[in-house]
Each structure stands twice: as structure tokens, then as C-alpha cells.
């Protein structure tokens, strides 16, 4: 799983400074954290920093198997894997 930034991010910039693994980042669309680059904080708290630090809320958790497309491709993410879950 990882953390997902809401539309109602209001782009303070406190995600970024406290990621431990860097997969926040201010881009011109605004906030995103890299879906595969985070990892919840495991290894580093008990709990994301991220959502603890927001002051919007905007931060969720949210499943790996709910992201959306990469680049168009529909279902790139499962495809790659699907050999290695056999």
C-alpha cells in the first residue's frame, strides 16, 4: 500500500520536508507522493508522517491494486507481475 495526497491539498509543503524516503514531490499539477517509492514509513515510525503532519487531512492511505493507470496503460502494474504470482 501507500499514501495518496487529496485534491484538497492546499500544497504547504510539510509532506515533502518530513518523507523519510523522499516519494513526495511538488510537481507543476500540484503534490504527489510516487506510489512505489513509499512505503508508509515502515522501518521509520509507527505510522505515516505524512497524514500525521498534514494540516488539511489531505493524505490517505490507499490499496496498490486501486492505482491508477501508468502512462495509459491499463493494468501495466498487474501484467508485469502476473508471471511472478504463479
Not at 518530513?18 to 505510522?47: H, N
Not at 502494474?77 to 504463479?86: F, P, R, S, V
Request: aromatic share 2%; charged share 10%; hydrophobic share 45%.
Amino acid at each position: 500500500m501507500a499514501c495518496r495526497i487529496e485534491p484538497h491539498c492546499n500544497a504547504c509543503g510539510l509532506c515533502i520536508a518530513i518523507c523519510p524516503v523522499w516519494a513526495i514531490a511538488e510537481l507543476p499539477a500540484g503534490v504527489r507522493i510516487e506510489p512505489l517509492l513509499c512505503t508508509e514509513c515502515l522501518g521509520y515510525a509507527e505510522a505515516p508522517v505524512c497524514i500525521e503532519v498534514c494540516p488539511c487531512h489531505a493524505i490517505s492511505v490507499m490499496d496498490m491494486l486501486t492505482l491508477p493507470p501508468v502512462g495509459g496503460q491499463t493494468g501495466a502494474i498487474q501484467g508485469a507481475t502476473k508471471g511472478l504470482m504463479q
